[in-house]
């Protein structure tokens, strides 16, 4: 496996990243009894979760990430792209999750109109997206970094691990790709608002910081003035017919 995405896969292993993932589960716990598609599903740590009470198909363009992924539950597993997206037929998902991904894809628009074609009625779409503001505050409290949080701020790019430039986009863009579409965003939750700026990396092996710094993510996720700051925002949509 490439260097850079063995390394991304230890780190989601660690408390922090496991957060990440009990924060997100948290937000989608009333999924059950419902066809999932998980599109660009990495690892399959939630393709794998979700798979104990759902039916669920992933999709994931990097054979090195399938074939290391997590698949304790049984699911079913799809090595592509949009061309795999555009095989699957309409109205068949009621659940579609896009997390991490678009940041990193060129057809953002036409991956959206897809979603949307292959969504049940009163489905919903569940879109984790990076947060500019959230990283910025990363790079000066966390890794003390302020010569690029400026370079951010002033429209400058970031790599991450193996998966390349980050290319952001907010609400906005999100409101664009919607356009005249029988779909509203429900809910924007924040994930990551904490616990990824403190230093002592020890402390976050101690079971009872992560269970305090679970409660108090969960507490915020929902309040707007830490929403604008958290690392992630999880971008909540439903069609309505």
Known sequence: MDSNLKNYLENIKKPWGILFYKVI????????????LDFGSGFGFTSNY???KNNVTAIEPNLEMIEERICENNYKQIYGDIKALKEQEDNSFDVILCHNVLEYAKERKEIFDEFYRILKPNGVLSIV????????????VFENNVDEAISLLNGGKINVY????????????IKEWIGNKNIIIEKIRGVRT???LQQNNEIKNEKSWQD??????????DIEEFINISFFNHV??????
């Open 129 to 140: 997206k990076h947060n500019h503001a959230g990283r910025i505050m990363q790079k000066v």
């Open 162 to 173: 193996s998966f390349g430039e980050i290319n952001y986009y907010d609400i906005d863009d």
């Open 194 to 196: 904490f616990w990824a």
């Open 236 to 241: 909540l949509l439903r069609k309505i017919r």
């Open 212 to 221: 305090k710094m679970f409660e108090i993510e969960m507490k915020v996720s």
């Open 50 to 52: 979700l798979a104990a």
């Open 25 to 36: 589960w948290e937000q989608l716990s009333s999924i059950s009894n419902c066809k999932v």
